[in-house]
């Protein structure tokens, strides 16, 4: 079993920034990517972004590019998210997942077999 604990949400700003974290414990070893997904109230579940564990490539939904980073510390198995000039679309419950097997495709939910609680962020105009 994994267990994925996120942390760092809350209320900003917007055009504000907040670092999200998600920390891996248990059968980490078998983890092949870790990725970021939001839920908005109303609205499907969506990607954000993932990284590769072992290569580091990183991938980003078209509506955070330029504006998210995703990174990891793998000696903490942590998976971090910068998420700058927040714009209160972005306003969202965050999941943290893990995906045991390699996916071309990290940008869907069937990827992923572990998730975390997720944490809210909220974006005020």
């Known amino acids: 079993q994994v267990q994925l604990v996120e942390s760092g949400g809350g209320l900003v700003q917007a055009g504000g920034s907040l670092r999200l974290s998600c920390a891996a414990s248990g059968r980490t070893f078998s983890t092949y990517a870790l990725g970021w997904f939001r839920q908005a109230p109303g609205k499907e579940r969506e990607f954000v972004a993932a990284?590769?564990?072992?290569?580091?490539?990183?991938y980003y939904s078209g509506s955070v590019r330029g504006r998210y980073t995703i990174s990891r510390d793998s000696a903490k198995n942590t998976v971090y998210l910068q998420m700058n000039s927040l714009k209160p679309e972005d306003t969202a419950v965050y999941y943290c997942a893990l995906s045991r097997y390699y996916y071309s495709d990290l940008g869907r939910s069937n990827a992923y077999a572990d998730w975390g609680q997720g944490t809210q962020v909220t974006v005020s105009s």
């Open positions: 990284i590769r564990w072992g290569t580091g490539n990183t």
